[in-house]
């Protein structure tokens, strides 16, 4: 016979469940135990230097979840690195695409798209500015 008595974070997730599943409510990410950040970033991000972007590739910035492309001299794009396959986050960028090494999915960092699956979306698209030489992601402040 188990005598051990739940744990109190148990039984309270329970009954959040119960009532939210009562209200037609789901998704309680506080009893989940897996709360992951956001695939873009909420708030402006600095990068770096611009010029660590090359002309015509790509440059992952894998601690910060995003991949930024330079298409033509001046020309940035931003876009969020985690895959929308299954949430990695992407492993490698070369030329103008970036890699999942999770599952094989690959991406244009121009323009987010899908180049080989198994993703079926394209990243989000990421604000991305040039501010004193220095890139800058996300929502102006």
């Known amino acids: 016979m188990n005598t051990r008595r739940p744990a109190r974070r148990t039984v309270l997730c329970g009954a959040a469940l119960t ?3 009562g209200l037609g409510m789901t998704g309680l990410t506080a009893c989940s ?7 873009t970033p909420t708030a402006p991000v600095d990068l770096g230097a611009a010029d660590a972007v090359p002309v015509g590739g790509s440059r992952l910035y894998r601690e910060k979840r995003l991949v930024v492309s330079q298409p033509a001299e001046g020309e940035f794009r931003a876009f969020g690195a985690v895959c929308t396959h299954a949430g990695c986050v992407l492993t490698s960028a070369e030329g103008l695409s970036a890699d999942c090494a999770c599952h ?12 080989a699956g198994p ?9 991305v500015r040039t501010d004193g030489g220095r890139l800058v992601a996300g929502p102006a402040a």
């Open 33 to 39: 135990g897996d709360q992951k950040p956001p695939a």
């Open 19 to 21: 009532g939210a599943a």
């Open 104 to 115: 094989g999915s690959r991406f244009d960092t121009t323009t987010g798209e899908v180049l």
């Open 119 to 127: 993703a079926g979306s394209p990243l989000p698209e990421v604000p």
